[in-house]
């Protein structure tokens, strides 16, 4: 997988390439040739296409000036130009004006003009102001240039618009500026570790990134001026002791391909485990339902539902694959004394579900409280039951009972999360590798915080409850982030706005669960479940819009996610 790192991580990082002989200057050679070739790929139907350079005083400016000269070399018909936010006295701006490429600098560009005039008539806008080092807000000559340039972008764009539109056809009125905006690293104005945009930042049709991908790429904010983010290799080692201390990784395909259990042809359905859901209540009898099917369509060979009979009965005739198990309720809720129902079978189980649709009634805390801590009467062997030819004392003594039974590897989601944060020092109750599966409400919840701040900060705060409460977090959301308690993290780079619908949640804590059954550690199945969910989501998604998508057509399209996965 593809390293995520904070600023403080790529500074170490070339710094220690340099210390091993991987100069900065060679750093910075092989970055604007990768840089150059995108660009020469970008203008590659123009004959003489015009390429507008915004240049700042550091390395990410000396990246800018070195990919310009590369692409003039490459393609002499290409009319480069450099805007530089201060005069340079480096080799590569005396190159450019040696060679003949048009060279300006803000401090004699007083009204802009110049600036104006060099972006209106760019077919490529290259962003070299600022890299990873950016203090916001941006101030002064930055932020005029910054501001200028968008202002001159979106004026073009809005002249370049058809002014003739079809009123029947409601696609037709379609931007046709050709200008592109390629940004070097990030673009300027972007906190590449909080995520935070300047209101002045350029938005980039695509992002070119060097060493890893940076923690505020990988937020909505981030993302959305980003553009398409693609990662060059520059060359340093991976196996730099600063690069072999990164734990942070952004899930891909290939790592979730190698990480899932293989499928045999001699297998049978106790080859790929036993999920046990216990889910669903009188008012949400859809939730159970979702997450059994996708058990069972992510792998599962037994899938059963644990649930008042009032959800068992509308749901019975639709899932045929299912088994089930009929819990004691109250008024259509989970009552704290099915607990021990769920422990009778407990032992035959590979993985356990909690959470979907449960509700957040009293006595169904008090259920989840007592699965979490059984006592010696919920872990009692069953006794006989009646067949017709009499009955078995309950207080039969010669019935032993079982040693304390414990539970099978558990994910815990929805109102099974909204129950825990009920409870005091939840976390102590937890069994050891417990996957957590919040959404931000309900994240703010557990940890006693503001939706906000939990948005503002989800990669540190996913980092350090993980380990606070020592088991795997799945922060859902745009950009999923899973942690670890050993440190490890992943983020999954998806932002589909069409799992912002109910019922994706529960879909993903049954894939979840399923690999769980099925052999996979607890933080590899988290991440792989969130990887196909997001996959199968953006599949979903396209081909139609996201405000058509339901549930069920994400569950519809996690055959085709697994198939591309399994065929790349």
Not at 100 to 109: I, N, T
Not at 236 to 257: P, R, Y
Not at 313 to 319: F, I, K, T, V, Y
């Amino acid at each position: 997988m593809l390293k995520v790192v904070s600023i403080e991580q790529v500074r170490a990082i070339e710094a220690d390439a340099d210390a091993n002989g991987y100069s900065y200057a060679d750093m910075m050679d092989t970055a604007g040739r990768a840089v150059a070739d995108r660009a020469l790929a970008l203008v590659s139907h123009l004959e003489e296409p015009k390429v507008t350079i915004i240049v700042g005083n550091g390395n990410n400016g000396g990246d800018g000036l070195v990919a310009g000269l590369y692409l003039a070399q490459d393609n002499p018909a290409a009319d480069v130009r450099f805007y530089l936010l201060a005069d340079r006295d480096d080799e590569f701006t005396q190159t450019a004006r040696q060679a003949g490429l048009f060279v300006a600098l803000s401090e004699d560009d007083v009204d802009k003009r110049v600036l104006r005039n060099m972006v209106a008539s760019a077919d490529l806008l290259m962003d070299a102001l600022f890299g990873i080092g950016v203090r916001i807000p941006i101030r002064d000559e930055a932020q005029k240039i910054l501001r200028n340039a968008n202002r001159e972008i979106n004026a073009r764009r809005a002249r370049e618009t058809p002014s003739s539109v079809d009123l029947t056809n409601p696609v037709s009125k379609l931007s046709g500026a050709p200008i592109r905006v390629l940004a070097i690293d990030c673009p300027s104005g972007l906190d590449c570790d909080t995520g935070e945009v300047d209101k002045n930042a350029i938005p980039s049709d695509e992002t070119i990134t060097f060493i890893g991908v940076k923690q505020g790429q990988l937020t909505v904010s981030g993302g959305a001026v980003c553009g398409t983010l693609r990662v060059a290799d520059i060359g340093i080692s991976q196996k730099l002791e600063a690069m072999t201390t990164i734990s942070n990784h952004v899930a891909d395909g290939d790592w979730v391909k190698e990480e899932l259990p293989s499928r045999k042809v001699d297998g049978h359905k106790g080859t790929y485990g036993r999920v046990l859901v216990v889910a669903g209540s009188v008012n949400y009898i859809g939730a159970p339902a979702l997450s059994a099917e996708v058990a069972y369509r992510s792998g599962a060979g037994l899938v059963t539902v644990a649930t008042p009979n009032t959800v068992i009965l509308p749901l019975a005739g639709s899932l045929r694959e299912v088994t089930w198990m009929m819990l004691a309720h109250d008024m259509g809720v989970i009552a704290e004394k099915a607990a021990s129902t769920v422990y009778e079978d407990i032992g035959k189980m590979n993985a356990l579900l909690v959470g979907p649709g449960l509700g957040t009634e009293a006595t169904t805390g008090d259920f989840l409280k007592a699965l979490l801590m059984p006592t010696q009467d919920a872990t009692r062997k069953p006794k006989k039951r009646s067949l017709g030819f009499g009955m078995v004392d309950e207080a039969d003594d010669s019935v032993e009972d079982d040693e304390k039974a414990s539970l099978p590897p558990l994910v815990i989601d929805a109102d099974g999360l909204n129950l825990l944060a009920k409870m005091d020092k939840w976390w102590s109750l937890l069994p050891e590798d417990t996957i957590l599966t919040p959404h931000p409400g309900e994240m703010s919840r557990l940890c006693d915080i503001e939706t906000s701040e939990v948005q503002s900060n989800r990669w540190a705060l996913a980092q350090e409850k993980a380990e606070t409460w020592g088991a795997i977090v799945v922060l859902k959301g745009a950009y999923t982030v899973v942690a670890s308690p050993d440190g490890r993290s992943a983020v999954i780079p998806f932002a589909v706005d069409a799992l912002a619908t109910a019922g994706t949640g529960d879909i993903l804590a049954g894939m979840i669960t399923s690999l769980r059954a099925q052999g996979m550690n607890a933080y590899e199945a988290a991440v792989a479940g969130a990887y196909v969910h997001g996959l199968a989501g953006k599949l979903a998604g396209d081909g139609t819009s996201s405000r058509n998508v339901i549930a069920g057509d994400v569950l519809a399209k996690l055959g085709e996610a697994w198939q591309m996965l399994e065929m790349s």
